[in-house]
């Protein structure tokens, strides 16, 4: 029976070492997953992301085609913001350099930073949308009550499927204090009960 059991605890011992490396990789895997999805939809366009920095791009206008540009604004869950575009949409033609101007308000008696989080409907658009200026590149500082003009400048590639005549470019502002470690919060807190 000692055999046996000594043959039984080194079966239990080599399985117990495989689990543990089966959980170990499954743990880097989770990991390797958020570059590996994030390099995913930059390529792909997949998710309505844009690009996060200035493209750069010539104009080649095709007056021949026109594309119906919508512009969505929403503010993230009770954050202290108005936050809207000048125009509900506009037509754009693929090629030609476009500006839209949105407008962000600070509704607290303290400064803040907010960022905002682009998106474009349907996700195939979103490669052929450049951004050569935006809002959206880095966060923004507004002091108590502070309205700002906040321009995007872009340019949708010629080479836009035929039949996307519809692009939605959506916004979402946040206030990074809300996103902040703990220590942040505290100090928003802080902020709050003067």
């Not at 995913?40 to 021949?64: I, L, Q």
């Not at 692009?167 to 003067?194: C, K, P, V």
Request: net charge negative.
């Amino acid at each position: 029976m000692r055999a046996e059991d000594t043959n039984n605890q080194g079966q239990n011992r080599s399985l117990a070492i495989r689990l543990l490396v089966m959980a170990a990789a499954m743990f880097a895997f989770g990991f390797a997953l958020v570059p590996l999805y994030d390099a995913f939809c930059e390529v792909t366009g997949f998710g309505g992301r844009t690009n996060a920095t200035p493209a750069v791009a010539e104009e080649s206008a095709d007056v021949s085609r026109s594309i119906q540009l919508e512009f969505v604004t929403t503010v993230n869950q009770s954050a202290p913001w108005e936050f809207s575009s000048d125009v509900a949409g506009m037509t754009v033609h693929p090629g030609r350099l476009y500006e839209a101007k949105f407008r962000a308000r600070n509704l607290t008696d303290h400064n803040k930073i907010a960022q905002a989080v682009p998106s474009v409907a349907p996700p195939l658009a979103a490669k052929h949308f450049r951004k050569l200026e935006c809002f959206c590149f880095t966060t923004q500082e507004f002091a108590a009550h502070e309205e700002r003009e906040l321009p995007v400048r872009f340019i949708i590639d010629s080479d836009l499927p035929e039949y996307i005549d519809t692009i939605t470019l959506s916004y979402t502002f946040f206030d990074t204090e809300r996103m902040s470690d703990s220590s942040g919060l505290a100090s928003t807190r802080a902020h709050s009960n003067q």
